[in-house]
T-cell receptor, first 115, second 114 residues
Framework: AQKVTQAQTEISVVEKEDVTLDCVYE???????LFWYKQPPSGELVFLIRRNSFDEQNEISGRYSWNFQKSTSSFNFTITASQVVDSAVYFCALSEYNRDDKIIFGKGTRLHILP | GAGVSQSPSNKVTEKGKDVELRCDPI?????LYWYRQSLGQGLEFLIY????????KSGLPSDRFSAERTGGSVSTLTIQRTQQEDSAVYLC????????????FGNGTRLTVT
């Protein structure tokens, strides 16, 4: 069965610190997709990244980077030199190819960046 | 262009009453999802429509919940005999094909059952 675990419920860091948000997933499929979404205080969820199970290359986008490791079923998200605007709830999600694109989300990690 | 539109944005209802929540997806999007977000509970999957296929209803919490999607476009989520535990934000999202494109979320309907 699909499952996404975000063990960190809430994290607080001081501005400019680096922070890593953990995501561990469970799936029986060999083909699947992983996602990260951001929900700022305004409430609207915003897509950040999609990664398929055959692409284990890490990705960097500005201050954001993602570390996908199939061996540990993890898809962690790192923010470098955090800023107050990064304060939000971050969700990791999983879609199994054989489940007709059903997307399951983790419970989210609430990130507070303190000035 | 227009994003995913949900109405009403807020709904307060008395316990036991029925409510209907509406979602207008982005034009042309074949996939439509309903999620529920309760405090501290993350995003709980409710139901998923994809094109003309039968919907995946596996996330509906009870038979008081139902949803339909007419003409492959607008969707309505109905909650019958509402209970206080139904209070939450109900989010709708749409996509061309989720695996190849991101979900676009609406702003949600905040439901409060008194």
């Amino acid at each position: 069965a699909q499952k996404v675990t975000q063990a960190q419920t809430e994290i607080s860091v001081v501005e400019k610190e680096d922070v890593t948000l953990d995501c561990v997933y469970e799936t029986r499929d060999t083909t699947y997709y992983l996602f990260w979404y951001k929900q700022p205080p305004s409430g609207e969820l915003v897509f950040l990244i999609r990664r398929n199970s055959f692409d284990e290359q890490n990705e960097i986008s500005g201050r954001y980077s993602w570390n996908f490791q199939k061996s540990t079923s993890s898809f962690n998200f790192t923010i470098t030199a955090s800023q107050v605007v990064d304060s939000a709830v971050y969700f990791c999600a999983l879609s199994e190819y054989n489940r007709d694109d059903k997307i399951i989300f983790g419970k989210g990690t609430r990130l507070h960046i303190l000035p | 262009g227009a994003g995913v539109s949900q109405s009403p944005s807020n709904k307060v209802t008395e316990k036991g009453k029925d409510v209907e929540l509406r979602c207008d997806p982005i034009s042309g999007h074949t996939a439509l999802y309903w999620y529920r977000q309760s405090l501290g509970q993350g995003l709980e999957f409710l139901i998923y429509f994809q094109g003309n296929s039968a919907p995946d209803k596996s996330g509906l919490p009870s038979d008081r919940f139902s949803a339909e999607r007419t003409g492959g476009s607008v969707s309505t989520l109905t909650i019958q005999r509402t209970q206080q535990e139904d209070s939450a934000v109900y989010l709708c999202a749409s996509s061309y094909r989720p695996l190849n494109s991101p979900l676009h979320f609406g702003n949600g309907t905040r439901l409060t059952v008194t």
